[in-house]
């Protein structure tokens, strides 16, 4: 999934503690629903809610960090 910063700016910073929740509105009607649902690793379920319901988008985004040294 493509991440806009441009659409997905706000003002409120994002960084969750396991169970919190993130609910949005969007000036043109799309809802953005979010939850942080593990720590190890990070996990984060969306649900994504087009104007008018025009279209639905759910998943989860798993964050993997690795650290190579040379």
């Known amino acids: 999934m493509h991440v806009n910063p441009l659409i997905c700016k706000s003002k409120a910073p994002f960084n969750p503690i396991l169970g919190e929740t993130y609910q949005v509105k969007k000036s043109n009607g799309t809802q953005l629903y ?5 720590h190890h690793p990070p996990t984060s379920h969306y649900i994504i809610i087009g104007p008018n319901e025009s279209y ?3 998943g989860y ?5 690795k650290i190579y040294l040379k």
């Open 34 to 38: 979010l939850e942080q649902t593990c």
């Open 56 to 58: 639905k988008i759910f």
């Open 61 to 65: 985004a798993i964050v993997i960090n």
